[in-house]
């Protein structure tokens, strides 16, 4: 039936060609257009999925130049249409210049009928396959979302996830410890959310501020208890009254200010600088540091009793490079944020540009892959980002394994399982494609060692 069929608008101005080319596409609902204004008409209306374009369009029917302006108008409006163009006028120079901007075949006339419908299939089909995976996309990122907008698959930070919502509704503190990138600040938030507490979310990096501002900041101040104070201020730890307060970098705390935390943290008040009265605040701390601090307890650089008040519960975060997979997923949702936005033309990652990632040890971690994605979005010449794109053309180097044959195997097996599912969006079969196995023993091996997908 013809409503099912899929629909393909022809934008041709000899009507004779027109009613040929209605014929020989017998597998597509034909919508014809003759000139630049109702071919755009049609595609806002209909929405085909392919189109083919003669470039030879009025007011230069001998000319490319209104063809080639109505291809940049339909890939600037629907850049997923799968446009096939036709010319008579210096073939080869055409075809390149339609490739660049954005078309999807060429052909030359004269017409072959025939070949016209194969290629328009096939087009149909590409259309259909990146229309299924942008769908997948879109279930993989929601599938894979904890703490409301994490997005992990990685057992690893699924377990510090889990930890963290257990922790959520007690008004324990919250120590988070883990390299700079890893994403301190979003579990904070993420604990936050899930806690139920109706006060703010506040958050403040110890190391951005002065040591002589940091007291200020925290504890806040009277007017005119110093230079420059002309009106009493709120520190954070008052703004987060009744909700959350975030120390991130927390081992930059001078030593004589921590005595100070400590007290708040024992007695749950507070006196601002240049006053004399004690405010009762419910703050929920939470924080987090890169540094050691039980080397810094030992240099007698962090205080001991500090530490047990901030470290109810320690959450250890892993590295990107510790979460096989998450990188592929991750930088999927990076590049559709960061297409939308900047070059909506780049629809998604090379299969060199995936590899890359999977190799690539990410000292950076989460902010270096943003980064990264962010820049290979705007540099990307094509549909699709390259490993060159990301300035990432080798693998780092090769990984210590442990000296047991068995359990190398076991690790390896994991973590190329998990990159595997992370590339083909939790598709099985296609994961199994991936890895030259059977379904059924991908199957097995999942249930081996224990893999969500």
């Known amino acids: ?27 597509f609902e034909v919508i014809v257009a003759g000139d630049r204004a109702s071919a755009m008409a049609a595609l806002r209306s209909e929405e085909p999925a392919v189109v083919t374009l003669d470039l030879g369009l009025p007011p230069d029917p001998d000319g490319t130049s209104e063809g080639f302006a109505l291809l940049d108008e339909i890939m600037g409006l629907k850049p997923d249409t799968k446009v096939i163009v036709a010319s008579g006028h210096g073939a080869r120079e055409s075809a390149l210049q339609a490739i660049e901007r ?6 030359q006339k004269p017409m072959d009928f025939d070949e016209m419908a194969l290629i328009a299939a096939r087009a149909y089909r590409l259309y259909r396959l990146e229309a299924e995976n942008r769908a997948l996309a879109v279930r993989a990122g929601k599938d894979n979302r904890v703490l409301g907008t994490m997005i992990t698959a990685a057992p690893e930070m699924l377990r510090v996830a889990r930890t963290i919502e257990r922790v959520a509704g007690t008004n324990v503190s919250v120590m988070l410890l883990g ?61 987060a009254h009744g909700g959350t307060l975030f120390l991130d970098e927390v081992g930059d705390i001078p030593f004589a200010l921590q005595v100070k935390l400590l007290r708040f943290l024992q007695e749950r008040v507070i006196e601002r600088i240049g006053g004399r009265r004690s405010i009762a605040v419910d703050t929920r701390i939470v924080c987090a540091t890169h540094q050691n ?34 990188a592929a997923l991750l930088a999927r949702a990076f590049l559709a944020r960061f297409a939308k936005e900047m070059n909506p033309a780049v629809k998604g990652f090379a299969p060199d540009a995936l590899a890359a990632m999977d190799a690539w040890g990410w000292p950076g971690n989460v902010r270096e ?3 990264r994605v962010k820049r290979a979005v705007i540099m990307a010449d094509g549909k699709l980002v390259h490993a060159g794109d990301l300035d990432l053309d080798a693998p ?58």
């Open 396 to 453: 780092g180097g090769e990984e210590d394994l442990p000296l047991n044959l068995k359990s190398a195997r076991e690790i390896t097996d994991r973590r190329v399982i998990r990159q595997a599912l992370a590339r083909s969006e939790g598709n099985i079969s296609s994961t199994a494609k991936l890895l030259g196995i059977s379904r059924p023993t991908l199957y097995d091996l999942l249930k081996q060692y224990d893999l969500q997908h």
């Open 293 to 326: 601090l039980e080397a810094m307890i030992a240099d007698g650089r962090f205080r001991e009793d500090l530490w047990y008040r901030l470290a109810e519960i320690v959450v250890k975060i892993p590295s990107l490079a510790e979460r096989p997979g998450d």
């Open 102 to 107: 954005g078309a999807y075949d060429f052909y």
């Open 369 to 371: 892959l943003e980064n």
């Open 179 to 239: 390299a700079s990138g890893t994403g301190k600040e979003l579990l904070a938030r993420g604990l936050h959310e899930a806690s139920g507490r109706a006060g703010a979310f506040v958050a403040i990096n110890c190391a951005a501020i002065p040591e002589n501002l940091l007291e200020s900041e925290l504890f806040g101040h009277e007017k005119g208890a110093f230079t420059g104070a002309v009106k009493t201020t709120e520190g954070k730890i008052e703004q």
């Open 1 to 27: 039936m013809s409503e099912t069929r899929p629909k393909l608008l022809v934008i041709e101005d000899d009507p004779g060609l027109q009613a040929q080319l209605k014929w020989a596409y017998e597998d």
